[in-house]
């Protein structure tokens, strides 16, 4: 009889290739504190807690990686919380290039003991065209990324949606909601196609998902509203930009972020 971890691993895998996006998957994609991840060419730390709910900096205190997070492929992350260790590395992968990356460059300011559920104070947006505006939260300017329409909203229940979909043509520039770090620029996590992830604090990221082109790299600072891609539908079904923000490792509203437009 197969053990209970590798009965739910097979469900978790089944459910994730049935879904279009991990985004949007029925059970919400929960976050993974079991069993072990190994690091592949190309995944930064940022990656693998965003492909498994986590935070980066509660699963790199798990493995005992500090500040600014470098990894390798082949390295061995523990996925639970069992303190602090030492990360292994796979032995079969001793001569692969690390896959890890600066993520020094975005300024580190907040609590980390701040939970998502901490209610958002916004303040008044400044004047301007609504692709300029900009809104403070958790000081942090933030503006929209693309002007198209908002065609999925922020959802934990019913049709889930960890963040928005934003209507565009292929080739329409996608800009970075706020000043921050690039701490992802591939294709690794299923069902976001060509994705970039922002560090803009200790506790905030945003993604920026099914991009034609991706115009930054891993390890570069932005600034808001910088053209850090072309928007497309790399794993998607039509041109389009799906958008987040996740605070602790956690999905927010991006609506609670954002100017009013």
Known sequence: MLPLGLILLIVALVSGCNSSALYQD???NPPVYWGQHVVKRGETLYSIAWRYGRDYRELGNANGISPPYHIQAGQVLRLDLRGTVTSTRHTASNNQAPSGRRSDGAAARGSAED????????????PGTASGRTQTVSNIQWRWPHVGTVIAGFSTSGKVN?????????GDRVRAAAAGNVVYAGSGLLGYGNLI??????????????????????????????????????GADRPKLHFEIRK??????PARYLPPR
């Open 26 to 28: 029925s059970s919400y």
């Open 115 to 126: 939970r998502a559920s901490t209610p958002v104070t916004p303040r008044p947006s400044r």
């Open 162 to 170: 960890k963040g928005l979909d934003i209507a565009g043509n292929s």
């Open 197 to 234: 992830i922002v560090n803009h604090n200790e506790q905030y990221l945003s993604a920026y998902a099914h991009n034609r082109t991706i115009l930054v790299q891993e390890g570069e600072d932005v600034e808001a509203g910088q053209v850090i891609a072309e928007l497309g539908s790399s």
């Open 248 to 253: 602790n490792g956690n999905p927010v509203d």
